[in-house]
């Protein structure tokens, strides 16, 4: 039965604890970027869902397919708004996730 061999340094990093530094940093930084993209697009959903309803009048004149823009964003505008916020939320986080991994795997 084989056994694994203690985690040891990789021969090109003589020193561990400037490596576990550098992950530290890579890490941080990751998610800073993860929390501001969570941020823009959580105030952009707000404003969506509330802008829509505070405007509702002003947005009343305007007209969209012979709908009123507040009824068409409260009835289906909203909801592929939202979709949008999912999909780039998904495909931003693919992108940072990547970069993050290739990052560690290139050692740094």
């Known amino acids: 039965m084989p056994t694994d061999p203690p985690h040891a340094p990789a021969p090109s990093d003589p020193d561990p604890e400037?490596?576990?530094?550098?992950?530290?940093a890579a890490r941080a930084a990751h998610w800073a970027r993860t929390r501001r993209l969570t941020a823009l697009l959580l105030a952009l959903w707000l404003a969506t869902g509330f802008c829509t309803v505070f405007f509702a009048r002003d947005l009343a004149s305007l007209s969209v397919f012979g709908w009123p823009l507040s009824f068409y964003l409260a009835a289906q505008g909203a909801s592929l708004i939202y979709l949008a916020i999912i999909g780039a939320y998904a495909w931003r986080?693919?992108?940072?996730?990547?970069?993050?991994?290739r990052q560690l795997a290139e050692g740094l």
């Open 18 to 24: 400037r490596r576990r530094a550098r992950v530290h």
């Open 93 to 101: 986080m693919r992108i940072l996730d990547r970069g993050f991994a």
